[in-house]
């Protein structure tokens, strides 16, 4: 490889030595956690014993979070900002003020660490508007271990990827989806997100066995745990959609993925609609806690201030 792309290659090198010498990844995520929504800020506020929280970069302004987010930093509660739209995977050059945006978030917020996807959103500079899977093959393992180095760069904290859900597959691929995360890891040291709703859904819609997958993962980069809800739709496939209660076979698959690990990992609840009453989100928090085999939250007294914290978040 040469010119721009060799130099873009051997900062993915470095990078992967850096991570490597850091250590295994951030020790400050722990516990149980939910994505932060203005919707259910009030009842993000109210969960007793909150490890962490994440909050979409692209919906953050890092000098003036919302009064939810910047509540629960002052509670000491880790928040972690996750991108939705660099497109790491695109062939399109990155957008330099979109990397600038994630690093600033992350120092906005003091995250111990930022998420992205392991996907591309822009071709030819169309907008898809949605998180679109990549194929498998060597180039496009090139092109995001580069576009990886280029966001590392820039970055004060590490990046975890998220491989996604994915309901079409390129045809031909190279490699198995074990194989390429395990290769982009090892070339950049970036940190794994792995969303366990993601990881059923994929196997539900291949045809695959969902403990097999996991397997093949490298499990041992795992800086944090997503699960969702998901539904199966008019198409035949199962949709990840977060609006829907985690249903048993992903808490199925988040104990088996424990039983893989020597500590069970930081896990976060992910719902984006159709909310359901606060006694359910909790209860469903419950669930996932039993099933990552997490000790039960300590309690605490409600602050006097939290009534308005929820109704001024925004």
């Known amino acids: 490889m040469a010119g721009a792309a060799g130099a873009a290659e051997g900062a993915a090198v470095a990078a992967a030595a850096d991570a490597r010498a850091a250590g295994p990844g951030p020790a400050r995520l722990a516990g149980v956690g939910i994505g932060w929504r203005a919707a259910i800020a009030g009842v993000v506020a109210d969960v007793d014993g909150l490890g962490f929280t994440e909050v979409v970069a692209e919906s953050l302004a890092p ?78 393992l090139d092109v995001l271990a580069a576009n990886v180095a280029r966001t590392q760069a820039e970055l004060d904290v590490p990046l975890a990827l998220e491989p996604i859900a994915a309901l079409l597959d390129w045809p031909d691929d190279a490699m198995t989806e074990g194989e390429f995360l395990t290769e ?44 969702a809800g998901g539904a199966t739709h008019d198409d035949g496939l199962y949709h990840d ?8 076979a992903v808490l199925r698959l988040l104990g088996a993925l424990v039983d893989r690990l020597p500590a069970p990992p930081p896990v976060m609840l992910e719902r984006d609609g159709r909310y359901p009453p606060a006694a359910e989100l909790h209860a469903e928090l419950a669930a996932i806690r039993g099933a990552a085999r997490l000790e039960p939250p300590a309690t605490r007294e409600p602050p006097a201030s939290r009534a308005l914290v929820a109704r001024e978040s925004r």
């Open 63 to 140: 000098a003036d979070p919302p009064r939810g987010v910047a509540a629960l930093r002052e509670r000491g509660v880790c928040v972690v900002p996750h991108g939705v739209r660099l497109s790491l995977g695109g062939t399109d050059p990155l957008d330099p003020a979109r990397v600038t945006h994630l690093a600033a978030c992350a120092a906005g917020v003091g995250a111990p660490l930022v998420s992205e996807h392991v996907a591309f959103v822009r071709a030819g500079g169309r907008e898809a508007g949605h998180l679109l899977p990549l194929p498998r093959s060597r180039d496009a």
């Open 184 to 227: 982009l890891l090892d070339r950049t040291g970036a940190l794994l997100l792995l969303d366990v709703a993601n990881v059923h859904a994929n196997a539900v819609n291949r045809g695959q066995d969902p403990e097999a997958v996991l397997d093949a993962f490298p499990l041992d980069r795992i800086a944090y745990v997503h699960v």
């Open 241 to 248: 959609t977060h609006t829907a209660p985690v249903p048993d």
